[in-house]
């Protein structure tokens, strides 16, 4: 199913709209939340504390949960209505004293009567008793007069007894004398003070919120849903085989590395497009040229086997020589049709290979020999120079083709009989090159590439003086790669052709 650009831009258009409504859902689940908090803590009357900041600050500030030190005041202020005589027995300081965050010493509470102290924490001894008796030490202009709430000697307080003073409520004992509560803390209490000012400026902070979510949400939306475009294109273009596609990617996040891995997709695609268009065209100028290889030999052997049979030709030489001829045609479709098993073998992997380690000079020789006997000896000239004594792994039967195989397409090339072929060994590299020299007419230098190209054939005529299948190189292609070498062809200076085959040396 093919969707066009107008139908993308759409389908886009609507993942930005739910993208939206996401992040609009994501930015209200927050104030949801805290609206359900505030109706369960509040009651009833949650709205009108949240239409209104400084009533929300002033009710919650003093609830227990948010401000441990407003509970520890209260029992105190309870006490100074009560008796304040009390505050200076440990009796009357007893629920006090059981608070959590007295024990804990979170807070060190002090009073004043005069200039005398008494620790709330602890009448006996430790820190609560230690602390009066720093105080004891520190000059009466230091500690905040009766009546004001200037700390400004703080610092002094904090270097003498390591506490500085957060609050002072000041009263009056049953006599008359002046009295005050000292609360000393250790540090400051960041978690109620960043509660206060979220409280204070609840209402700033949620529209910057909301401006900030906001933004981000169409700046997130815009670069996903633009990413996510431009990755449907690339990938509709390539269903088009269309595969020059470019996706702009920078950084290694999930759909810069989704772009790159596309990119390389269609690389291989277009590079496989080329491969197959490639063997389409080989294979169908095969057919064509087996077809007319088949055909032309077909043709000759019916017409001369219809001859014999209506009597047409009856000298028995002449019928011998007929019969010659239908049995050479014979032979050259069955080695056609030979090659094309054997080459389908070799592409396919249904071949083993049986490797043996032999003396590679000698081996060259003794084949090109042997096949020198069977073709003609007369029209065959063989030089060898093949002096090293350097080893090979190979499978001799089947290097044995591939040596044929060239012999045999030089001997069809041959500009004038005999056939002269120099065979030359070098090692280079702990590797052995053995140089195939024939006196041949050459390829041109632009056919040279496609010379061990499958079903590839050099005579563009296509006439029967030189018979073949176009897959005798090939194969020897194959094989050569199989063992692990290289094989190449160029021109020689002196007009023939040239075949070098690369292998590793094996180790003695």
């Known amino acids: 199913m093919q969707f066009g650009r107008d139908q993308i831009k759409k389908t886009m258009s609507k993942l930005r709209y739910k993208l939206l409504g996401l992040w609009v859902l994501s930015a209200a689940v927050p104030i949801i939340v805290l609206m359900a908090y505030l109706s369960a803590t509040i009651g ?13 600050n002033n009710h919650v500030w003093q609830l227990d949960d948010w401000n441990h030190g407003e509970k520890v005041y209260r029992i105190i202020n309870s006490i100074i209505l009560d008796s304040p005589e009390k505050l200076l027995n440990e009796d009357g300081v007893e629920a006090l004293r059981q608070y959590d965050h007295i024990q804990k010493l979170d807070y060190i509470v002090i009073i004043r009567k005069d200039q005398s102290y008494y620790a709330v924490n602890d009448f006996d001894s430790d820190e609560g008793q230690a602390i009066v008796d720093k105080l004891k030490n520190v000059d009466d202009s230091v500690m905040p007069p009766f009546g004001s ?13 390591g506490y500085t003073i957060a609050r002072q409520v000041d009263f009056y004992f049953t006599d008359g004398s002046p009295g005050s509560v000292l ?8 978690p109620g003070l960043f509660g206060k000012f979220l409280l204070s400026y609840f209402t700033t902070i949620f529209v910057v919120y909301i401006i900030g979510i906001s933004m981000l949400s169409v700046f997130v939306t815009f670069q996903i849903s ?8 690339a990938t509709e273009a390539i269903s088009r085989e269309q595969f020059d596609v470019k996706i702009y990617h920078r950084g290694n996040s999930p759909f810069e590395i989704l772009g790159t891995h596309i990119e390389l997709m269609a690389l291989r695609l277009a590079s496989t497009k080329k491969y197959r268009e490639s063997v389409e065209q080989a294979r169908n100028e095969f057919v064509d040229n087996m077809a007319h290889d088949l055909k032309t030999p077909l043709t000759a052997i019916k017409m001369q086997v219809a001859a014999i049979k209506d009597g047409v030709i009856t000298d028995p030489d002449q019928i011998a020589r007929y019969l010659a001829n239908i049995e050479r045609k014979a032979d050259n479709i069955d080695q056609m049709l030979n090659e094309l098993k054997i080459f389908s073998q070799l592409v396919h992997g249904n071949e083993l290979y049986e490797l043996q380690t032999l003396h590679y000079a000698a081996y060259v020789k003794d084949v090109a020999e042997e096949w020198r006997f069977d073709a003609g000896a007369e029209e065959i000239e063989l030089y060898f120079e093949t002096q090293t004594k350097a080893q090979v792994h190979i499978d001799p039967l ?11 397409n030089a001997l069809k090339y041959v500009a004038q009989r005999p056939l002269q072929l120099h065979l030359k060994m070098a090692v280079e590299n702990k590797r052995i090159i053995l140089f195939i020299e024939d006196n041949g007419m050459g390829v041109a230098d632009e056919k040279l590439p496609n010379l061990f190209k499958q079903y590839y054939r050099v005579d563009d005529a296509r006439g029967q003086i030189i018979p073949g299948s176009g897959l005798g190189l090939a194969i020897c292609k194959e094989i050569v790669e199989q063992h692990g070498g290289e094989i190449k062809a160029y021109n020689s200076d002196k007009g023939g052709l040239v075949v070098a085959i690369s292998l590793e040396v094996a180790d003695e």
Do not use: C, H, Q, W
Request: no cysteine; aromatic share 16%; charged share 30%.
């Open 398 to 408: 089947k290097f044995k083709r591939v040596l044929i195989n060239i012999f045999e």
């Open 183 to 190: 609360f000393f803390i250790k540090v400051i209490n960041i």
């Open 44 to 56: 009833p009357g949650a709205a009108t504390f949240f239409m209104n900041p400084e009533k929300i």
């Open 226 to 233: 633009k990413r996510l475009e431009n990755i449907i294109y």
């Open 149 to 161: 709430t200037d700390f400004s000697e703080n610092d002094v307080l904090l270097k003498e007894t």
